[in-house]
Structure formats: structure tokens, C-alpha cells
């Protein structure tokens, strides 16, 4: 009996290598990539508000307006072909471009785009703030926003605002143009097609979606009347793979054409491996500390400004985040428009004690960090709760989801929240009106900015932004954030550390990846294998 | 992971005195099926009342007006007190409403019948192998007791008992995949074959030979070996086990001796007489154990981002989707009950002492 | 207490080991130290129960003199020295934050131990007391407990455990206390077990007529009676107890950083398992062992006991 068993034994452990084997290259017109997706929780993108859900909208949907990837100050057409200006800078005249068609075969009309700008006010979802901050209510809208012919869009905005601060707003998912007849004739109660627009694609970009799993894989099919012309690629699939290890094991393996969230680590000892290719691009993205000044402690200025001496700004970029970032320590980004370069902070611990002294600190105190518990946010986290305590600091980490994090650090509810922000749109005013701009630290405030979530009260800084957006003169703007900055950077409970560099490593018979400088300007169109 | 099976008898009192016995015991076991359900559903319940995450926040986003809040906050019933929101939930589950996911916008019941037969997949493949292994390796090592195969099982099953399923996982992909490419990597199937076959059963093997696609059935395959040997060997350890000691206890009945002592061959005895007496508890433990699979999945799926429940449920409990996490634990535990019910039925349908 | 001259009690003065091997007790303590030693024999006999028993101890001795063996602070980075190779000054190698992996793997025996203890100490008393009220009293206390029992019993340990999580939060406290909910139902099926059989014996009738108080009884009497038979029950699921902890806190559930738990230190180390296998690989042949040795220990401890299920 022994033996029969042995030898059942035996057989199986022959006839089982013969079931892999099938392993080989992906098909030459499906592009297939790893990527952590689980953030998604919509497809309608006048809801989208998270970075894989822009991404997805970048390639489903074309906007009224794009950039230039390499030099965002130069704005190109999308939708919209070209546009004009009036005198007093607040009416836009759009003309649509001719010969586009949706998914379903419509044409693209003024009409769709001026539907779907409404469509945002509207429904008033998470990203709505971006128009709406041009005075846009659903009361107004349909009067500011309109159609003159099947061609012509005509967008008036509450007051005068420096010229291409509305254009890059509509370079945003919020500037996606949807398939107005499609998604109407699913509408239910009023919700403009909302509900169904959430797991399905209306667009008229180079792809369109074929499927969703939510946490587990995006589907996405080529558009073949796409007005630039058909992508190369049939169908592109997007796999959720939240494991690292996981995820280079596939692009190893030939299971996958382009990973995208490997560590800084992995990548290191990936580089010159043959088959593959490394690629690092700067991103606009920031990572950063938010101080309460809710709390005690973190409101005096003297500790505000002991903890981004606390910081091992230069260690953390070149170990653990080596190659994925470069110390910033300023809000605006390389390559916004007034931009300052000032990086005036460093591990001191010594100096970060006489602060803390002076504040009367000397022994230290306890903090909590709500911490997101995904790498590397966690890693740079434990490496501050080593630094902190060096100076008698003790910091306690509580690690959530990102959205339990998010969700607490929105209600005030935190000490300090360690995170990332992503600009929305490529304008200066984008992260000036988060960092720098507090109109009302009531708990109840219409405009809710990062410096409100952290009761951060700054009337003349807000004052200073206001006064920014609406310079027209770009010199003079440019002139003026840099004003913003260096108060911000000298005082404000922001320990801002990094910008981010996207790390990508593809198989190296695969091209033509777009990657900008944000999160949705990610572009599959042109990928080609060989 | 229950590894030891819970002993001292439950009591399993008659429904009511005066009922003819069959129908007694019926009516006993549905009211005790039912009671445990109830109770189960009260502590999901619960858990989902002292949960720190506002589900009225959680439904309409933190940017919402006071109004809305107190809408929704009156839609889900949140204003009652707190019997009656428990006979509300009931009522609800009961109807299989289990809520809305936040993390993936629908209803928490579609997902879960969207995932479950991963799950289901996975588990039977698994329990196949445990028990086309395990049985055998049970028979063997109570036939050689005391001695070197006894002994070699024994640590084997030991070890089965005492390894984390997640590391083993890792381990075995950096073995099997990554170093040796005996089998596929991760998910359900390569990648590119996502959305090929329509889901009907959402088997995938089953699927793919129902749409006629073998090449799609090769790979499924391949990419089911390795965690359902990760997930077969916890089973196998808990079924050689249970057949090691079955079979001790038959091999020492008397009858076992007279078939011998008849001339029977050895081989007959053993896999003939003794196993097929033991065969009646051991179809209970099986059951049972096929159930404890349901659970060794949570960690097995997620280090082989193997989209059933268990991936489910810990990826909504990182997102802190409560609605989600709860529906799986009631789908879960219901699952559980019907396996302990099943393998209570067979027990009783299977031998004639219990009749 | 005297030993009783006579020569099947054995007199201590002949040796202990006569003493404790004598046929006839002399006394009750005599008696059960008597079974007590014979268990051992058995046990002795079996290498791997031994084996198990070493471990266990081992395991005890380390978390014991953890900060004098360690040689390094299990918290302590050095980003210089990141993801170093074992060998030279770090035994183990080092982790992704320039820690000392065997220091932490020493460390990480106290949160091990620690958990283990404490969900014994909560589980423990709570099946005994669920398990013989139910023994006890009977009729409707005992189907009301035992039909609670059953609910927890329906549930799927790790997934109960990961709902109470989420529901408390995560950390060390609550994974502890989430796996204790989990644990006690076995428990008190156990103690129901022993209770009903010793609920009508002499001495329990006995105290009864005196006018012992059921809670004096209780106390006083069943809980001691049989808490032998669930504190073995309670070590065969130590090894359980330590997966479903190590599980947890793979998942980020369970010990925060920088606390040294192995499944955290598994969960931190897979992305370098290609390339640094010594960093997940340390942590998972550590707790490996650990329940391999609470299995032996109670696969030997039950062939003792209970010879028939061996």
C-alpha cells in the first residue's frame, strides 16, 4: 500500500510541472499592468476624485483642454480647438473641434460638453469645487454655461481671475466631455445618469471601458474611430496587485508588461537587469505633515518649527525613498509658475531641543500621526517616529486606510496626518488655495482647505491668495507667490518633504507609456509592443 | 483555524415531548440552526453598532449638508432604538440585504455572490487534495502505528498545523513560480485572459469547458495548483490526523480480527473493512474541515491576490467598509452553520447506530 | 501530613521516586503527584513531545532575558545599515530600516509569549465560568450558555477575530482581546463536559447539604475539578492562538510599529523576499517553530492524558 501511494506520489509530482507551463509573453496587443486600484470607488468623472480613477478618465475621456506634458505653461486644445477671451476676461469662447465621435458613434457636440460641465455643478460631487470656485451654482449654471450653436461653448465666470487659471481648470477630470445622449437615456430620478455612469463608459477617448472589478481588475477596450487614430493596443488590463513582492514577480515572470507600484528597493536591485527598463518621472505631488493647530503643542510656533528641524529629510531620500523623491520643502512644485527653490530645513536635533525648550517643552510631549498603511508612506512614517524621539518626542502612529486617515484628517479630528497631495490642476492657485488660504476656520466653513482642516488662521495669507488668482499679469502673479511661499515655508504648520518621482519598470519590448507630471496625464494611446 | 474539533457534547434537546422521534429531533435541530443564525446575526450586529466609523459619513460623504446627513441618518434607521434596529437588520439580512459596499458601490450581496466562487473553486480543490492524500496517509500511518511512517506523518501533519498559510504561500511562489516556473503566479488566471469566458457558474473551470476554451481551463488550472496545495496541506494535516485515529480505533474491533483470522488479504482488511466503517465519522470531519478552508482562505487569498471572499472581506476591512466586512462574516458563518448541520445529517443518515 | 508507615504507600525516606511510583497513595497530595509522575514517564518516552516542551521552555527562557541577549535595541535605526545580509555584527542580518532583526526576532518572543498568555488568562476563566455555570445549573442557564457557545462556535475563528478588530480598531490590546472572544467556546464545552459528570458526586451533594452557596460551590469545588482537563485543551490551542495573532498582524491589525511582532515583521519583509529573504524569512521560521513546539507539546501532553485519541 505504501508503495502504491509512493508511486501515485511520484506521478503527481511529475505530471505537475507540465500545468505551468504555458507561461509566455503577453499577447503583442494587450498591454497588461499591475497597479494598486483599489482606490477606485466611481467611474463618472464629474465624480472622480482619486488617482487611479483620474487616470482611468484620462483614457476614456477627452477634455476640453490639455497641456503640454514637457512645459505645462504651454495649454494645447482638446475638445475644444481653440478659444477666445473677451475684453474683461470673463466670458470664454470655445470652439468645439469637428469630427470627433463618442464610444457609441455620436458625434461630439458643443452641446455634450456645455451638458457635461452642468452636469458637475449639478451633481455636486467631491471634485465640483473646481468649477464651482468660478461662481457656478445649479441655479446659474445653465446660464453661464451654454451652447450657441452645435460648435460654440460659452463660459462666463463670476469675476475676472488670471487668464489660464479656467483653462487649466478644464484641463482636470472635471473638463471631461460625456456622451450627453447615452448617459441621459439612463437616467433615474434625476440623477443624470449618475448611478450608471459610475460602472460604465461614456466617452470619446482612445479607449473604452469593458470591464470593472472593483479592488481587483480594470478592463479597458480601444476606441478604433478615435480622432487621433486607433491605439495600438486591442485591450488594456489593469490588475489590481496590492502585494509588491507579488507584483515583481509577475513582471519577472513575463505575466505583466509594466508594473507600477514597485518600492524605491525593489527597483534598486531591478536596475540593469536585462528584459527590463526603469523609467523615473518627476510628479507634482507632495508629500507632507499636517500639524493640528488644534492641538496645544503643535499650535506654538516654536514646535511647529522644532518638527521640521525633526525630519531626516536627506537620509529618508537617500534609503528608503531613494530615487522616488526630491526634498521639497516649499507647496508649489518644480515647474508651477513661482516656484521657489528654498529648502532652509534639516535634521538638527540639537537645535530642534533648544526650540522645544522655548517652548517650554524641554521634556518633550506625546502626539498621535493618523498615518495611511501603505508603502511608503508607513516606512517614512516609522522613520519620523525615530527621529521625534529623539528629541523626547513621542509619536504614535495610527495607521488606517487611506480614506479612514483622509476621513479623520478632513473632520480636524487628527494631531498630525502624514500624506500625500496631488495638485488638481497644473495652476499655482491649486495648492496656494490649499496651503495658503483660510477664508473661514468655522467648523461649519463653505470652503474647506487644507489649512482650515488643519485651523490654520491666516487672513492675510488668504488675503495674499486672493489677490494672486486674480493678478493678471503673469510676472507680477508669479511675483506674488513667491511672497506665499517664503511666509508659508517660515512659519506654517506644514512640514513639507517631498516631491514625488513616479517609478515605473516595463518590459522592455513595450513603448510609448505616457507618464506627465500628474496623475492624469498618464496616457496608454500610444503604447506600442514589439 | 480550528485546529482541535470542539468536544463535550452539545446538548441537543427534543422540540417538544410527544412528537414521534424523527420529527422531534427535525424540529430540534431547525430550531437550534435557527437560534445560532439569530445569534450570529445579533453579533455581527453588535460589532457593527460599536464600530468607530459614522456609517451615516460613511453613505454620504464627509462633505455632505446637515440636512442630508440627518436623512440618511433616519433612512438607515439610525433614530430608532436599539431593538428595533436589530429587528430591522434581521429583517433585512433575512431578505438578503446585507447594505452597500463603500469600497466598490454595490450592493454587498452581488459582490459577495461575485467573489464566492473563487472561493468555492479554491476550497474544493483544496479539500480534494487534503482528502486524497490525507486519507491514505491517515490509513498509513495507523497501519505502521508507532513506527517510522507513523512518526513522518505525524511531524508532517504537525507541521501543516504550526506553518502561517501566508508565509508558506510567499514561499512557495518564490519557489514554484519565480525560481522554478512549475506553475502560474498569481490571481486566477493570466491576466490577459481576464473577461475571455462569459461567467456563468463563476468557476472558472467549469466556465471555460462550458464555453469550450481548454486553453483557458490549462491555465486556470496552473494558476489554482499552488495555493490550493498551499491551503490542501492545513486540510491534509487535519484529515490524516482524524483518519489516523478512526483507523486505530477500528483496527483494534473485534471483527477486525475475525476477517483476519477468515484469511482476508491484509489489504482488505485495511482499506476494505476498516476504512469503510471509519468512513462515516470521517465524511463529518470532512465537511467540517471544508469549512475551516473558507476561513485558511482569508490569508492564502491575499498573498495569491486570489479575488474571492477572503480577499474580500480583509481589503474591505482595511478600507474599513463595514457593511462588507460584516455580510461576508454573516455569509461566512452561515456557511459554517449549514456545514455543521450537513455533516450532523450525515452522521445520522450514514450510520445505522445514530437511526 | 505524615506518610503512613506501611510499605505499599511507600515512604518518602525510600527515595521520591518510590514515593511518587508507590501503588497505594498515602494521601492525596501523594496521590496526584503520583499521576503526575507517571504522566511525565509517558511523556518522557516521546522525543517529540520533549522536543515541544523544549521549545516551549526555550521560547519562555529567550522572552525572559530578551534585552541581555539581543546585543542591539529592537527599535533602534540605522539607515545606513539597511537590509544587511546575515553575518558580522547582526547575526540575522538587518531590516528595510537598518534594525537588528534577531534582536527584534528576541523581542518579538515577548509579544508572542505575551499574547499568548494574556488570551489564556482571559479565555481561560471565561469558558470555565460559561462552561460549569452551565454544568452546573442545568435547564435553562445551560441552554441559554451553551447556545451563546454555539454562536461563537459558528463562527470562523480568524474572520470573527478580524471583525472585532475592525470594529475596536487595530492594535496589540484589542487583537488580544479579539482572538480571547474567539478562543473561550471550547472551552465551555469542556467544562460543561466535566461538570455534569462530577455535578451529582458525594462530596458535591455533600456540600450542598451543608448549605454551601452555588457560587461557593462553584468556586469552590467544579472550577478547580475541572480546570486539569481545560488547561491542557487551552495548550493544544496555544499554536492556533499564535497563527491567528501572526495573522493579524500581517494584516496591520495587530502590534503598531515599531513594536517587534513577527507577522508585522513577515508583513514588512515580503517585498524584499527576492532579493533579502533572510528579512521574511526569519520571523516566519520563527513562529514555525514556536507552534510547531506548542503542537508537540500538546499532541504529547494529550497522548498522556488521553491514550485512545493519540
Redesign the interface.
Known amino acids: ?2 508503495k502504491r ?1 509512493l508511486a501515485l ?1 511520484v506521478v503527481v509530482a511529475l505530471l ?2 507540465g ?5 509566455a509573453a ?2 503583442r496587443d ?1 498591454l ?1 499592468m499591475a497597479k494598486r486600484i ?1 482606490d477606485i ?2 467611474l463618472d468623472p464629474a465624480e472622480i476624485f482619486e488617482f487611479s480613477g483620474a487616470e482611468y478618465a484620462a483614457n476614456v475621456y477627452d477634455r476640453l483642454i490639455t497641456y503640454d506634458l514637457r512645459d505645462v505653461s504651454r495649454l494645447e486644445g482638446g475638445v475644444a480647438e481653440s478659444w477666445t477671451v473677451s475684453e474683461d476676461g470673463r466670458t470664454f469662447t470655445f470652439t468645439i473641434r469637428r469630427g470627433m465621435t463618442f464610444h457609441s458613434g455620436n458625434p461630439v457636440t458643443a452641446d455634450d460638453a456645455a451638458w457635461s460641465l452642468q452636469r458637475v455643478i449639478r451633481l455636486n460631487k ?1 471634485p465640483a469645487f473646481i468649477l464651482a470656485q468660478f461662481g457656478f451654482t445649479p441655479e446659474n449654471v445653465a446660464e453661464r454655461i451654454r451652447a450657441t450653436d452645435a460648435y460654440t461653448l460659452v463660459v462666463e465666470t463670476e469675476e475676472a481671475y488670471a487668464p489660464t487659471f479656467l483653462l487649466y481648470c478644464l484641463s482636470a477630470g472635471v473638463g471631461s466631455v460625456v456622451d450627453r445622449r447615452l448617459v441621459e437615456a439612463q437616467e433615474r430620478d434625476g440623477d443624470m445618469g449618475h448611478g450608471w455612469l ?2 460604465h463608459s461614456a466617452g470619446s477617448g482612445p479607449f473604452k471601458l ?2 470593472w ?5 480594470l ?1 479597458l477596450e480601444r476606441h478604433d474611430a478615435y480622432w487621433r487614430g486607433a491605439p495600438a493596443m486591442r ?1 488594456v ?1 489593469i ?8 507584483q ?3 513582471l ?2 513575463g ?2 508588461d509594466i508594473a507600477r507600484n514597485l ?1 524605491p ?2 527597483i534598486a ?1 531591478l536596475e540593469g537587469r536585462a528584459g527590463l527598463r526603469i523609467r523615473r518621472v518627476p510628479k507634482v505631488d507632495i508629500y507632507y505633515l499636517a500639524l493640528n493647530q488644534k492641538n496645544p503643542e503643535l499650535s506654538r510656533p516654536e514646535v511647529r518649527r522644532a518638527l521640521k528641524y525633526l525630519v ?1 529629510y536627506q ?2 531620500r ?3 525613498l531613494r530615487g522616488k523623491v526630491v526634498v521639497r520643502q516649499s507647496f508649489l512644485p518644480t515647474g508651477f509658475l513661482g516656484a521657489i527653490e528654498d529648502r532652509p530645513y534639516g535634521l538638527d536635533v540639537a537645535y530642534a531641543r533648544e526650540l522645544l525648550a522655548e517652548a517650554g517643552l524641554a521634556d518633550g510631549f506625546a502626539v498621535t500621526m493618523d498615518t495611511p ?1 501603505t ?1 511608503p508612506i ?2 517614512v ?3 519620523i ?2 527621529t521625534f524621539a529623539k528629541a523626547g518626542i513621542a509619536l504614535e ?8 486617515t483622509l ?1 479623520k484628517y ?2 480636524r479630528n487628527h494631531d498630525i496626518y502624514i500624506g500625500r497631495w496631488g495638485a488638481d490642476y497644473p495652476d499655482p492657485h491649486a495648492n496656494a488655495a490649499a496651503f495658503a488660504s483660510n477664508p473661514d476656520n468655522a467648523d ?1 466653513a463653505r470652503i ?1 482647505s487644507l489649512a482650515w482642516r488643519n485651523s490654520w488662521e491666516i487672513p492675510e495669507l488668504t488675503a495674499m491668495t486672493q489677490a494672486a488668482v486674480r493678478e493678471r499679469d503673469d510676472a507680477r502673479r508669479a511675483g506674488l507667490y513667491q511672497a506665499i511661499q517664503r511666509l508659508h515655508l517660515a512659519d506654517s504648520p506644514f512640514v513639507i518633504m517631498f516631491q514625488d518621482i513616479e517609478l515605473v519598470v516595463e518590459r522592455t519590448n513595450v513603448h510609448g507609456l505616457v507618464l506627465g507630471p500628474n496623475f492624469e496625464t498618464n496616457f496608454y494611446r500610444t503604447v506600442t509592443k514589439d | 483555524m480550528a485546529y482541535f474539533p470542539p468536544s463535550g457534547a452539545a446538548p441537543r434537546p427534543g422540540f417538544l415531548p410527544g412528537l414521534p422521534g424523527w420529527l422531534n429531533t427535525a424540529l430540534g435541530l431547525l430550531a437550534s440552526v435557527a437560534l445560532t443564525f439569530l445569534g450570529l446575526l445579533l453579533v455581527t450586529f453588535l460589532i457593527g453598532r460599536v464600530v468607530p ?1 459614522d456609517p451615516v ?1 460613511a453613505a454620504v ?3 455632505a449638508p ?1 440636512e442630508v446627513y440627518e436623512q440618511m441618518r433616519i433612512a438607515l434607521g439610525l433614530h430608532l432604538p436599539l431593538h428595533e434596529q436589530f429587528l430591522a437588520y434581521v429583517g433585512k439580512v433575512l431578505e438578503g440585504d446585507f447594505g452597500r ?6 450592493p454587498v450581496l452581488e ?1 459577495i455572490r ?1 467573489v464566492f466562487p473563487a472561493t468555492l473553486e479554491l476550497a474544493t480543490l483544496s479539500i480534494l487534495l487534503g482528502v486524497l ?1 490525507g486519507v ?2 491517515g ?2 500511518a495507523a ?2 502505528h508507532g513506527r517510522w ?1 507513523d512518526h513522518v506523518i505525524r511531524v508532517l501533519g504537525l507541521v501543516g498545523y504550526s506553518v502561517p498559510v501566508f508565509w508558506l504561500g ?1 514561499m512557495g ?2 519557489l ?3 525560481n ?8 486566477r488566471l ?3 485572459y ?2 475571455l469566458v462569459e461567467p456563468v457558474t463563476g468557476l472558472i473551470l467549469v466556465d471555460s469547458l462550458v464555453a469550450g476554451e481548454p ?1 483557458v481551463f ?2 486556470a ?2 494558476h489554482l ?1 499552488l495555493p490550493a496545495s498551499v491551503l490542501g496541506y492545513f486540510s491534509l494535516a487535519y484529515i490524516s490526523r482524524m483518519t489516523r485515529s478512526l483507523m486505530l480505533e477500528q483496527l483494534s474491533q473485534e471483527y477486525i480480527v475475525t476477517a483476519r483470522a477468515k484469511g482476508l488479504s491484509e ?1 482488505r482488511v ?2 476494505r473493512h476498516a476504512l469503510g466503517n471509519a468512513m462515516v465519522p470521517l465524511v463529518t470531519v470532512i465537511a467540517l474541515s471544508y469549512g475551516s478552508l473558507l476561513e485558511g482562505s482569508v490569508l492564502t487569498e ?2 495569491f ?1 486570489w ?1 474571492g471572499l477572503g480577499y ?1 472581506i480583509t ?1 474591505s476591512l ?3 467598509d463595514m457593511n462588507a466586512v460584516l455580510g461576508g462574516t454573516i455569509v461566512v458563518g452561515a456557511v459554517f452553520i449549514g456545514l455543521n448541520l450537513l455533516s450532523d445529517l450525515l452522521y445520522r443518515v450514514l450510520d445505522p447506530r445514530a437511526r | 501530613m505524615k506518610a503512613l508507615d506501611d510499605r505499599s504507600a511507600g515512604s518518602f525516606s525510600a527515595g521520591p521516586r518510590a514515593w511518587l511510583m508507590a501503588e497505594a497513595a498515602g494521601s492525596r497530595r501523594q496521590a496526584r503527584l503520583g499521576r503526575w509522575y507517571a504522566a511525565w514517564l509517558v511523556f518522557r518516552r516521546n522525543p517529540l513531545a520533549v522536543t515541544g516542551l523544549a521549545i516551549v521552555c526555550g521560547l519562555i527562557v529567550v522572552a525572559l532575558v530578551a534585552p541581555w541577549l539581543a546585543g542591539h535595541s529592537p ?3 540605522n ?2 545599515a ?2 544587511l545580509p546575515p553575518g558580522g555584527g547582526h547575526w540575522l542580518g538587518t531590516d ?2 537598518g534594525r537588528d532583526i534577531f534582536a527584534r526576532l528576541v523581542h518579538g518572543a515577548r509579544i508572542t509569549l505575551l499574547i499568548v498568555a494574556l488570551v489564556a488568562a482571559i479565555a481561560a476563566p471565561v469558558g470555565l465560568i460559561m462552561g460549569c455555570s452551565a454544568g452546573y445549573f442545568g435547564g435553562w442557564v445551560d441552554a441559554v450558555l451553551m447556545r451563546i457557545t454555539d454562536v461563537f462556535l459558528a463562527f470562523p475563528r480568524l474572520i470573527l477575530a478580524l471583525a472585532f478588530v475592525a470594529a475596536l480598531g ?1 492594535g496589540i490590546e484589542n487583537a488580544i482581546l479579539a482572538i480571547a472572544i474567539t478562543a473561550w467556546p471550547p472551552y465551555a464545552r469542556i467544562a460543561r463536559a466535566e461538570t455534569i459528570t462530577i455535578r451529582t458526586s458525594g462530596f458535591i451533594q455533600a456540600a450542598r447539604l451543608q448549605g454551601a452557596s452555588a457560587s461557593r460551590i462553584l468556586v469552590g469545588h467544579v472550577v478547580p475539578l475541572t480546570s486539569s482537563s481545560v488547561i491542557v485543551r487551552v495548550t493544544l490551542d496555544m499554536a492556533g492562538v499564535i497563527l491567528t495573532a501572526a495573522g493579524l498582524g500581517f494584516l ?1 491589525l495587530g502590534a ?3 513594536v517587534a511582532e513577527w507577522g508585522a515583521m513577515i508583513a514588512a519583509g ?6 533579502q529573504w533572510w528579512v521574511a524569512a526569519a520571523p516566519g521560521l520563527a513562529i514555525l517553530v514556536v507552534s510547531l513546539g506548542f503542537n508537540l507539546l500538546g499532541d504529547g501532553l494529550r497522548d498522556v492524558l488521553d491514550p485512545k485519541h493519540g
Open positions: 500500500m505504501v501511494f506520489a505537475a510541472p500545468i505551468g507551463q504555458a507561461l503577453t499577447p494587450v497588461v483599489d470607488i466611481t467631491s459610475r460602472t469593458s470591464f472589478r472593483p479592488s481587483e481588475i478592463s485591450r488590463l490588475r489590481h496587485i496590492a502585494e509588491l513582492a507579488t515583481r514577480l509577475l519577472e515572470g505575466d505583466i518600492s528597493d525593489q536591485s531626516d537620509g529618508i537617500d534609503t528608503i498603511n508603502s508607513l516606512e512614517a516609522q522613520v517616529q525615530a502612529l495610527i495607521p488606517g486606510s487611506g480614506k479612514q476621513t478632513r473632520a461649519d474647506k | 466609523i459619513l460623504g464627509d462633505r446637515a459596499s463603500v469600497l466598490t458601490a454595490n459582490d461575485r492524500i491514505p496517509m490509513v498509513v497501519v505502521r511512517p510567499l511562489l518564490l514554484f513560480y519565480a522554478l516556473g512549475w506553475v502560474a503566479g498569481p490571481g493570466d491576466i490577459y481576464e473577461g486553453e490549462w491555465n488550472l496552473g495548483v489489504a485495511v482499506w491575499i498573498v491576490a479575488p474580500y481589503n482595511l478600507n474599513a | 527599535i533602534e535605526q539607515l545606513q539597511r537590509l528595510a530600516l487595530p496591520g503598531q510599529p515599531p515580503r517585498q524584499f523576499m527576492l532579493d
